[in-house]
Structures are given as structure tokens and as C-alpha cells.
């Protein structure tokens, strides 16, 4: 059941302020001329074409790619500006949940969810009992939040996809993000579990305050479960609007493809002889 997407009354200070970013590759506009700002607590599904620039946004927001020119402005940091020190700073304040889950498959869920606190140890850690008890403990209750403290100590190629990408998302939160972003977190899962992949996004989102931006091609699970929809198309920003009230219709127009006026063509001169004919 989707939840209801009210945008929250939290801290009016953006927590993402983006302005005239565009970014280029090999002279192509992946994302262009967009402005973006994101409050804390929200939940923002981006949506569009594949190409149409989401996953390079996302990327611009975390330092991945570095913006051809504009401002972003993220938890404070200027990440256009910021040297790669600074960058990695930031990063330890970011989560990123991918479309592949990047789990280490013949580690326990246990291990692959204390590996997002590696940021917050010393040295290099070999097995669950290297790391403090305390860590342990804060593992497993994000094991149990996603549904899985029952799998911690078992193998997590074992596990299906849907489960895994529950496991990926507990090893975010250990990280202890103050920001979640998201590519494409559901695309190859099936329907009912995307459907638990984002009612958990949603809940992490209203209980913790976290803000998550997250990119979707499931338009009725962006419809259900966001507080606002972002729509990009060719890079350029077409649509940012509040979930609530707006219908599929409505946000299929984001995938309308625009038809490129073609230019007049020339006649032939053989065809211009036998006209005057």
C-alpha cells in the first residue's frame, strides 16, 4: 500500500540547492540549464527517458561528475568548487543505493552492512567479530528494519534480488547518511519487490528526516510514494511538482519525446527542370 506523500514540514533550508547546472560530455549536454532546490526530509523521485540526464545528476550531486558549469550546493558544500578532499568529506554524509547492489557475495549480510561503517574505524576489518560490538549491534537492528535479522549471517548470494537490494540499502544506513541518494534502485526487481524496496525508502525517509532523491522509471511507484516528481527530458527540467493530486497522465507527458523540426531540404535540380517543364 503506498504511503501518503505529503511533503514533510521540515527544515525549509535546502538540503540540495542546484542552479544552471549543465554537464557536458564530448561537447553533449547530459543535463542542462537545470535548477533544483530539495528541503530535508523530502522524498524527490526523479523521472524521464533513459539518457534524458537523471543519473548524471545524481552524480553531479555527490562530486562523481564534475558540473561544466552552474552551482550545487550540497549539505553546505560547494561541490562545483570542492577540492577532492573536501569531496570525500562530503561523501561520508552521502549514501548511494545503485541499480546493481554491489554486495560482496560470499560475505554474510551481517559483514556487508558493517562494511558501510568502514568510514567510522581504523585500520582494516576481517569478519563480523573485528568490528565493535557496538557496530554489530547497530548492524543487526538495520538488518531487522529491512526485514532481514533472520538472513545476517547468511550468504548473500543466497539471497534474491529484492533481498539484496534490502541488504544494500541497510549497508547505506549504516553509513549513516544525512542525504540517500538513489539510481534506478528498483529496475531490476520485480513488481512486488519494488513495491517493498520503496515503501522502505519512504519509511527510512519519514522516520529518520532523510532526504533521498532517487531516480525511477515505475511511474505508479513514483506517483505512491514520492513527495515531489522531478521530470527531465534531453537534460533540460520539464516538470517539478508535488506527487499528491498529480495522475499518470499527467506525468507520462515527461516521456513525450519532442519531435525535432526538420530542416527544408533543398529540390534536386532534376526535379527543378522537370517543374519549369
Known amino acids: ?6 511533503v514533510p514540514a521540515g527544515d525549509p533550508r535546502p538540503v540540495i540547492g542546484v542552479r544552471g547546472l549543465t554537464k557536458r560530455f564530448a561537447g553533449t549536454p547530459a543535463v542542462d540549464d537545470v535548477d533544483l532546490e530539495v528541503r530535508g526530509g523530502e522524498l524527490v523521485v526523479l523521472l524521464g527517458l533513459s539518457g534524458s540526464g537523471k ?45 546493481q547492489f554491489n554486495l560482496v557475495g560470499r560475505l554474510s549480510c551481517m559483514e556487508n552492512v558493517l562494511i558501510g561503517a568502514l568510514g567510522r574505524v581504523r585500520g582494516p576489518r576481517y569478519g563480523v567479530l573485528s568490528y565493535p560490538k557496538s557496530m554489530r549491534r547497530e548492524a543487526l537492528e538495520h538488518l531487522d528494519r529491512v526485514g532481514l535479522a ?21 549497508r547505506t544506513l549504516m553509513h549513516r547518511p544525512a542525504l540517500l541518494l538513489a539510481d534506478e534502485p528498483v529496475a531490476s526487481l520485480d513488481p512486488e519487490n519494488a513495491a517493498v524496496v520503496m515503501e522502505l525508502l519512504f519509511q527510512v525517509c519519514l522516520e529518520e528526516r532523510l532526504t533521498v532523491v532517487c531516480s525511477l522509471h515505475q511511474v505508479d511507484l513514483a ?23 498529480m495522475s499518470r497522465h499527467d506525468v507520462m507527458r515527461v516521456y513525450e519525446r519532442v519531435a525535432q523540426p526538420q530542416p527544408e531540404q533543398p529540390t534536386p535540380p532534376r526535379a527543378q527542370s522537370e517543374a519549369v517543364a
Open 55 to 99: 543519473s548524471t545528476l545524481l552524480r553531479c550531486l555527490n562530486g562523481l561528475h564534475r558540473p561544466s558549469s552552474g552551482e550545487v550546493d550540497v549539505l553546505g558544500c560547494r561541490v562545483d568548487l570542492a577540492r577532492e578532499g573536501r569531496l570525500r568529506r562530503l561523501r561520508t554524509r552521502i549514501g548511494f543505493v545503485f541499480q
Open 223 to 245: 506517483l505512491g510514494w514520492a513527495h515531489r516528481l522531478v521530470g527531465l527530458r534531453e537534460g533540460r527540467k520539464v516538470l517539478d511538482q508535488p506527487a499528491a493530486g
Open 1 to 6: 500500500m503506498a504511503g501518503t506523500a505529503t
Open 150 to 170: 533472520d538472513r545476517a549471517f547468511q550468504r548473500a548470494d543466497t539471497l534474491s534480488g529484492g533481498q539484496q537490494q534490502r541488504v544494500a540499502i541497510a
